[in-house]
């Protein structure tokens, strides 16, 4: 298996522009998770979901974040409008069950830059 | 609230000598405790992770503590390489749920 891929691996987007992440995880997971790491707050979690139903987005910073998982291979998290705050690294990771006695596996991330 | 805590960011040590890296948490509901390596440019990849029911669990050079009762783990690198420089992440779960909560990373650097 390849792993969780991440599409684009940089993006670079003027502020107020619609961004689109990319993920697929790893085939036979069922639990996904979108993370983004910083400085301040280490790997802070965005959302989750399990069986393609989102669990948990309480890690949404706001109302410009959204996250879609149309079926088991393909999840999008989109930011409109961008702001240069929002610029860090993404994670999307995968895991079978999730949670105690599992481990995630991660991808490698997508770089945002927002100007 | 970070649940999470590493509360020292970076760490210096020499090759050859051991490597403790330490993280605090505050849920007690948390039962499955991981620690991921990061190197630069790349995701985090999995080391080690213990079950609330041990207390120590050994990989290899790798070995993880869990002292419940003071809400604190540690991992144990011994002995430490130049290729075990890398940004570490504790990350804990509990379950009832299926996320994992991770602290803020300690930067570990070995000296050759």
């Known amino acids: 298996d390849a792993g969780v891929i991440q599409s684009p691996r940089h993006e670079v987007t003027e502020m107020g522009q619609e961004v689109t992440l990319r993920c697929k995880p790893i085939s036979g997971h069922n639990s996904l998770f979108w993370y983004r790491q910083t400085m301040m707050r280490g790997l802070e979690l965005l959302i989750y979901?399990?069986?393609?139903?989102?669990?948990?987005d309480s890690g949404m910073p706001e109302d410009r974040f959204s996250a879609k998982m149309p079926n088991a291979s393909f999840s999008t998290l989109k930011i409109q409008p961008s702001e240069p705050r929002d610029s860090a690294v993404y994670f999307c990771a995968s895991s079978l069950g999730g949670g105690a006695g599992t481990e995630a596996f991660f991808g490698q991330g997508t770089r945002l830059t927002v100007v | 609230d970070q649940q999470v805590k590493q509360n020292s960011p970076s760490l210096s040590v020499q090759e050859g000598r051991i490597s403790i890296l330490n993280c605090d948490y505050t849920?007690?509901?948390?039962?499955?405790f991981l620690w991921y390596k990061k190197y630069p440019a790349e995701g985090p990849t999995f080391l080690i992770s213990?079950?609330?029911?041990?207390d120590k669990n050994e990989d290899g050079r790798f070995t993880v503590f869990l002292n419940k009762s003071a809400k604190h783990l540690s991992l144990h690198i011994v002995p430490s390489q130049p290729g075990d420089s890398a940004v570490y992440f504790c990350a804990a779960s509990d379950s009832g749920t299926y996320k994992y909560i991770f602290g803020t990373g300690t930067r570990l650097k070995v000296l050759a």
């Open positions: 849920n007690s509901m948390f039962d499955y």
């Open positions: 213990i079950s609330s029911i041990k």
């Open positions: 979901f399990n069986n393609n139903v989102p669990i948990d």
